[in-house]
């Protein structure tokens, strides 16, 4: 860096703290970040440096000097009796070594790390009176966070009862699954919405909600890895860990306590590798002085631990060339880019395509044809554009122009108000229709077998359906039309056609591809209400008064009914004998008789051999079990197949009674 003299240097950090404070803001109270971390992270850096070049420009205020961003949201706040840090964060394992060093010198003698995984997620405190979850907060600003005890309700593996009658505090990380991440972001896309930059932003978006409905529907799960106020017999992070896992909270079992830096080392490598196939998303891991009295004694800056450092994953980056980009088009008519690039081989898999979601990204990063690109996965899964390296662009490259047009049927894009998307709103667009008639046949709604994206096309192609209700007119002579399609295929897809009409409406209602109603949803809706006609005459509270359902569904249900084009679009399927009642079980009223497992809390674990997890599930759910997915105190009996792992141990642990899969068959026979 030049020599700044000290002017300079005071409008220096004035910059790069604006630059922060922007991100920080959109980051942690939007949680919608405009810039990669590594951006972010560079600049801080930067910053630290300058302020540790010119003590006295450091002011209280400064980012450095405080922990996450300020709370703007309408949940209540909530005062941390023990302020909740941040921690310091080294990018190599020479900084590494600096750090243990730095400790050693402190202590006086090496010291016994425990480490862990760093969990891509948001910190949370949980507060117990007496055994009872009374209490949860974000971390917020580090003294005041905000108040998510009714949302925390609705994750899973959270303690809502102790075994013990402790009155406590316990904290740790909120993060939502890979899976759960990657559904979410595709239903965005579908819908139009912004999706979530990274597993974290969409931890916290789903944890920090006014309406605790949207966190139940969001699949979230927590690690809990810090003990407030443990009792005196707990001396070390790895005890408290162990003792936090048997009081029944959801603890990550690749923590390992180590005893010197080589070890640590070899752990780095081993999850550096492990990485892609673990089922949530990491971005370093955390080193932490294991004996609690140290950690004391070491204490805290005004922003982090001493006796604690993350390292973090170096971003695992290719480049390549970006050759076209591709507008496609959805069933709801969202109009998404995709760039189609050179393949690259990129943690795991080889990639040559990577969404751009919607046409306010695609300006911002301003990728052009020709580009050289720099790829990276979000949240360890999704190739995602970090940035264009501009020393490598064309000379003569263009900006890429947004097209005004649909790619399918020309008719005029439009942006509708608060939407990020471009959507074509023409009913007729053949690839709407196209997309539409593919969600319908597809296996979580009518689930019409052999009526996959190929045939669908070129029935269109052939002027054979214009929608769904044209499905149930279709002729052996109108198949025969079709490319390789032979008498034996014929006869099977109308079979499967006609068995269609069979179907109970939860799978036409999924299937009509309404925004933001899935299966879950159309489930929900039809056990209420029974009949499609019914639904079609609901208002929004009377659709909101189901549990889970908001009013973003509700509305979105009405205002689709109360067009005249889909009124018309429902008689045909009627006229055409599809079924519209719901033909499940009465889950409201059905008494179910007494059993083994009626109202047993029951978790699965292992290998089973004799049926799917879900058709298990699914089974003990109808003898009225509940199935829940993690071992706590509350589970009744956990019943186990092959390579079962720490559920069963932490069942053991709880002294839960233990059912192999042929001990629970014959309970149900
Ligand atoms: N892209 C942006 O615009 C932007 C803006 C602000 C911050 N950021 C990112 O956020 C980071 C700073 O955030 P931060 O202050 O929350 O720090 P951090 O996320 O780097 O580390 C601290 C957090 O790690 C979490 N954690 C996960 N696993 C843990 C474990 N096993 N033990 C203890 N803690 C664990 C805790 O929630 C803790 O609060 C930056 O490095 C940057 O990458 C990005």
């Known amino acids: 860096m030049a020599k700044l003299n000290n002017k300079n240097a005071q409008e220096e950090i004035e910059t790069l703290r604006k630059k922060l404070n922007t991100w920080a803001e959109q980051y942690y109270a939007q949680d919608a970040p405009s810039v990669e971390d590594a951006v972010y992270d560079q600049n801080y850096q930067k910053l630290v440096e300058l302020e540790k070049q010119f003590p006295e420009l450091v002011t209280p205020d400064s980012i450095t000097q405080r922990v996450g961003g300020e709370i703007k949201s309408d949940l209540g706040k909530v005062e941390h009796q023990v302020p909740m840090l941040s921690m310091g964060d080294v990018f190599s394992k020479d900084e590494l070594l600096e750090f243990d060093q730095r400790i050693q010198k402190l202590v006086g003698e090496p010291v016994a790390y425990n480490v862990e995984l760093k969990i891509d997620g948001l910190s949370l405190s949980l507060e117990y009176v007496d055994g009872k979850l009374v209490r949860a907060s974000t971390r917020g600003n580090g003294r005041i966070g905000e108040d998510v005890t009714k949302n925390v309700q609705y994750i899973d593996d959270i303690p809502k009862t102790l075994p013990e009658k402790l009155t406590t505090e316990v904290r740790g990380e909120c993060y939502m699954g890979k899976a759960a991440f990657l559904k979410l972001n595709t239903e965005r896309d579908e819908n139009g919405e912004a999706v979530f930059a990274n597993p974290r932003n969409a931890a916290a978006g789903s ?59 070899a752990y780095i490598d081993e999850y550096t590798s492990k990485r892609d196939s673990l089922s949530y998303g990491i971005d370093g891991i955390v080193l932490k002085v294991d004996d609690l009295t140290l950690q004391k004694q070491l204490g805290n800056t005004v922003k982090v631990p001493r006796w604690e450092i993350a390292y973090k994953f170096p971003p695992e980056e290719q480049e390549t060339i970006v050759h076209e980009i591709v507008w496609t088009v959805g069933r709801t008519g969202v109009v998404t880019p995709t760039a189609v690039m050179d393949p690259v081989e990129l943690a795991g898999t080889t990639v040559s395509r990577a969404v751009l979601h919607n046409p306010d990204l695609l300006k911002q990063k301003d990728v052009r044809i020709g580009d050289t690109v720099k790829l990276h996965k979000a949240g360890d899964i999704i190739p995602e554009i970090s940035e264009v390296v501009l020393s490598k662009r064309p000379a003569n490259s263009q900006v890429y122009e947004i097209p005004t047009e649909c790619p399918s049927c020309g008719q005029s894009l439009v942006h509708l108000e608060g939407e990020v998307a471009l959507r074509c709103i023409n009913p007729a667009c053949p690839a709407q229709i196209e997309e539409g008639i593919i969600h319908f046949a597809s296996r979580p709604a009518m689930d019409i077998m052999g009526l996959g994206p190929k045939i669908v096309r070129q029935l269109i192609q052939h002027d054979l359906v214009k929608d769904v209700a044209d499905l149930y007119h279709l002729t052996a002579d109108d198949l025969a039309e079709l490319d390789h399609f032979g008498d034996k295929s014929i006869s099977n897809l109308l079979t499967a056609i006609d068995n ?170």
């Open 500 to 669: 269609s009409r069979q179907n109970s409406v939860e799978l036409l209602l999924n299937g009509l591809g309404i925004d933001h109603v899935g299966a879950k949803a159309a489930l929900l809706i039809v056990q209420r209400f029974k009949n499609l006609n019914k639904i079609m005459q609901a208002s929004v509270s009377d659709l909101t008064a189901i549990d889970t359902i908001g009013e973003t569904i509700a509305e979105s249900i009405t205002t689709y009914f109360a067009q005249a084009s889909v009124q018309k679009l429902v008689q045909e399927l009627i006229d055409s004998g599809v079924n519209i009642d719901y033909l499940g079980e009465d889950v409201s009223e059905k008494e179910i008789a007494d059993n083994f497992f009626k109202n047993k809390t029951v978790v699965l674990t292992g290998k089973l051999a004799h049926f799917t997890r879900s058709e298990f599930t699914k089974k003990l759910e109808s003898l009225g079990a509940k199935v829940t997915g993690s071992v706590s105190k509350k589970t009744d009996y956990v019943i186990y197949g092959t390579d079962a792992g720490s559920k069963l141990t932490k069942a053991e642990n709880l002294k839960i009674a233990l059912l192999t899969e042929e001990e629970a068959i014959e309970k149900i026979q």
């Open 207 to 265: 944890l920090r909600q006014l309406d605790p409905k949207v966190t139940k529907k969001r699949n979230l799960s927590t690690f809990i890895y810090t003990w407030v106020n443990p009792p005196e017999e707990i001396t070390s992070q790895h005890q408290a860990i162990q003792q936090m896992s048997k009081l029944g909270f959801h603890t990550n079992e690749t923590g390992r306590k180590l005893a010197n830096l080589d070890e640590v080392f």
